[in-house]
């Protein structure tokens, strides 16, 4: 079955924590995607991956941190320089970067920092 | 950053009426998106459009591509409990870089 997984499910961290969020798909996608969610909001973007070793920030980046030094895998940091860390976080991928290129999500992962 | 238009933010329908939701934006947009959530998942795509004017169908689901390129509507036809969910349009600009534009979701109920 090939797919995006996200793990854990639901994480829990103190304030004060860096935190690492898994992503992991198996499509041989080249493309991946962090976005963020809050209750009664869109997606927004926080990081994307084009290509191997490359990312560029997307529009609320600030607070976090990722690596792509696998194509398959593409985990997202939560610092603590991020203010509002609580949030629920989606992966997603697409064949390319493109426009017409599909974005697929991942189940998510819910982050609450206490 | 930019988002969406999306209108309206909630519906309460009963199950067999049709729906209609619309997003808007103020530039133009190469791809438009309409993904549906559930609850503590991710969104799922329901209908993807390339092209001004398009209209395509995904059984009873149907969505438009707006001729001026700064808008698209996703009908629902006779509603079943199981569309209740929460529905996102999202655009693309163009080019080669991913951005996705969300808006902020279109929550709806259905009453058996």
């Known amino acids: 079955d090939g797919g995006i997984t996200q793990s854990p499910k639901y994480l829990f961290r103190k304030e004060g924590q860096n935190v690492t969020l898994s992503c992991e798909q198996n499509l041989n996608h080249d493309a991946m995607y962090w976005y963020r969610q809050d209750p009664g909001q869109g997606l927004r973007l926080i990081y994307y991956?084009?290509?191997?070793?490359?990312?560029q920030k997307g529009d609320i980046a600030e607070g976090y941190s990722v690596s792509r030094e696998k194509k398959e895998s593409f985990p997202l940091t939560v610092t603590s320089a991020q203010k509002n860390p609580t949030a629920f976080y989606l992966c997603?991928?697409?064949?390319?970067?493109?426009?017409?290129?599909?974005?697929?999500f991942g189940p998510g992962t819910r982050l609450t920092v206490l | 950053g930019q988002q969406l238009n999306q209108s309206p933010q909630s519906m309460f329908i009963q199950e067999g009426e049709d729906v209609s939701m619309n997003c808007t934006s103020s530039s133009i947009f190469n791809t438009w998106l309409w993904y549906k959530q559930d609850p503590g998942e991710g969104p799922v795509l329901l209908i993807a459009?390339?092209?001004?004017?398009e209209l395509t169908s995904n059984g009873r689901l149907t969505a438009q591509f707006g001729i001026t390129r700064k808008d698209s509507f996703l009908n629902i036809s006779a509603s079943i409990p199981s569309d209740v969910g929460i529905y996102f349009c999202a655009g693309h600009h163009g080019g080669s870089q991913g951005n996705l534009i969300f808006g902020k979701g279109t929550k709806l109920s259905v009453k058996p």
């Open positions: 459009l390339y092209k001004a004017g």
């Open positions: 997603a991928s697409s064949r390319q970067g493109g426009y017409t290129d599909t974005q697929y």
């Open positions: 991956s084009q290509i191997v070793n490359d990312f």
